[in-house]
Nanobody, 118 residues
């Protein structure tokens, strides 16, 4: 499985952006997003189960970010609203066998950079 993330960019605080991650080869099972800010460790952001019925979010993004998926396109999305400068990071998509194992994904995509200006 190869994961291709895109959609990053520069946005002002309070703005919105949507990231996409498309899988080639086998489709996502559980899809997820992580991020790594400069000088910090990579952290979990959100995950979504195969059928989309279960989602999980980091506390820092709850109520602002929404993860979704389109299995017909083998794509997972991350809609980010009310962005804050502290959301600035490189965002990585990932695939795991379940939400419970998303802390150790089976596959990683390349990062896409988000910069939120104040």
């Amino acid at each position: 499985v190869q994961l291709q993330a895109c959609g990053g960019g520069l946005v002002q605080a309070g703005g919105s952006l949507r990231l996409s991650c498309a899988a080639s080869g086998r489709a996502f099972i559980t899809g997820g997003w992580f991020r790594q800010a400069p000088g910090k460790e990579r952290e979990f952001v959100a995950a979504i189960s195969w059928a989309g019925g279960r989602t999980d979010y980091a506390d820092s993004v709850k109520g602002r970010f929404t993860i979704s998926r389109d299995n017909s396109k083998k794509t997972v999305y991350l809609q980010m609203n009310s962005l804050k400068p502290e959301d600035t990071a490189v965002y990585y998509c990932a695939s795991a066998s379940s939400i419970a194992t998303m802390n150790h994904p089976d596959y990683w995509g390349q990062g896409t950079k988000l910069t939120v200006s104040s």
